[in-house]
């Protein structure tokens, strides 16, 4: 557990670059520097627009996605490298919407976590269980495997860049949330698993994400366990957002 907290604003395809630009400004309105890691995923056409502002403030910039490959014939695709050159710091990888909507297989995964290490982007790596997997006791075994296949080839030394953000798929956008018991168990399988598969006690920053809002954030956020949390639809508006981030920085005083 790191004491600094993750707050991840994935905005998947929401917002034009003049809309992402109004809302940094509107994030930023009276705001001082945060204490806490605040991250901003927009689509790929407005981290050039939002840099400027966001770096000077203290704002790290994400991006959803990347290609595996540096540069080549992958037609509409965007290299880690090319994100990297661009100031972004961090990538969201393996979303269950990436890996249901546009068949991104756990194979797939572990080759862009290599190539965004390679070029020096930290991780937000999503594992996550449908509905049906849960109910038919298989979360576990589904979390064990999207780790197992999406961490392949990785040593102890570059797990330090990547964040293992739990995402069940029944809770995103749903509003149905999951247990602080069940996130705890989810991490500490996590640590076992990680402890068995790269025989290091190095624990892994791990967050939260799922219908995270203003009136539940502190709940997740106050457990041991969790580094901070990912968030969607409640990151797309800047008085909520920006709330979402002073309940965690009024958390750090406690
Ligand atoms: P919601 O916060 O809208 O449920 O989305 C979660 C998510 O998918 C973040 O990556």
Not at 56 to 83: D, P, R, W, Y
Not at 227 to 234: E, K, M
Request: aromatic content about 8%.
């Amino acid at each position: 557990m790191n004491s600094k907290k993750y707050l991840i604003a994935n905005w998947k395809m929401n917002k034009t670059v003049e809309e992402s630009v109004t809302f940094i400004r509107e994030l930023l309105k009276n705001s001082k520097l945060y204490k806490n890691e605040v991250i901003i995923c927009p689509t790929f056409l407005s981290l050039d627009a939002m840099r400027e502002t966001c770096l000077k403030n203290g704002i790290k910039l994400g991006a959803q996605n990347c290609h595996f490959e540096v540069q080549g014939a992958f037609t509409g695709e965007i290299s880690a490298e090319m994100l990297r050159s661009l100031g972004v710091e961090y990538v969201i990888l393996g979303h269950s919407e990436r890996r249901n909507y546009f068949g991104e297989s756990d194979e797939i995964i572990n080759k862009k976590v290599k190539a965004a290490l390679e070029s020096g982007l930290k991780v937000i790596l999503c594992i996550g269980e449908t509905w049906e997997q849960r109910n038919n006791g298989q979360k576990l075994d589904v979390l064990n495997n999207q780790l197992k296949f999406g961490l392949k080839d990785l040593n102890s030394e570059m797990l330090k860049k990547i964040i293992i953000a739990y995402e069940p798929v029944w809770a995103i956008g749903t509003g149905k949330i999951v247990t602080e018991k069940e996130i705890s168990d989810v991490s500490h399988n996590i640590e076992k698993f990680i402890s068995a598969e790269f025989k290091t006690n190095f624990k892994c920053s791990f967050i939260y994400g799922g219908s995270v809002d203003v009136s539940n954030v502190e709940k997740f956020l106050n457990l041991s366990c969790v580094d901070g949390a990912l968030i969607g639809g409640a990151s797309l508006n800047a008085d909520k957002f920006r709330s979402i981030i002073n309940i965690s920085e009024n958390l750090n005083k406690i």
